[in-house]
């Protein structure tokens, strides 16, 4: 019913930037938490960013001044700009959505596939 998708994933050498775009598609009637993860292979899942339904946002410690989360609930997408990069980051980062369906008014979690992020020293 509802389908998440990451883009924006890539390259980039320390100090660069890099954007992360999550979109939703499907039977939406609108949008609560939107959460960015992490995760290196062999260890597990790390929350980076999340973003409320009022916009507010919270970080994980290594990325406070770093990165920035936002969402734009019309076009049913949500960002996460990554400034200042470090190799630390380098990760597969995963978009979460708790969307709450049309017509049943159910809220439910989903998942993309994640986008790979490299960031060269």
């Known amino acids: 019913q509802v389908q998440v998708v990451e883009s924006g994933g890539g390259f980039a050498q320390s100090g660069g930037s890099l954007r992360l775009s999550c979109e939703a598609s499907?039977?939406?009637?609108?949008?609560?938490?939107m959460t960015w993860y992490r995760q290196v292979a062999g260890k597990e899942r790390e929350l980076v960013a999340t973003?409320?339904?009022?916009?507010?946002?919270n970080y994980t410690d290594s990325v406070k001044g770093r990165f920035t989360i936002s969402r734009d609930d019309g076009k049913n997408t949500a960002y996460l700009q990554m400034n200042n990069l470090k190799p630390d980051d380098t990760a597969v980062y995963y978009c979460?959505?708790?969307?709450?369906?049309?017509?049943?008014?159910?809220?439910?979690?989903?998942w993309g596939q994640g986008t790979q992020v490299t960031v060269s020293s």
């Open positions: 973003v409320d339904g009022g916009g507010k946002a």
């Open positions: 979460a959505a708790q969307v709450v369906l049309r017509y049943s008014a159910l809220t439910v979690l989903e």
């Open positions: 499907g039977s939406i009637w609108r949008f609560k938490d």
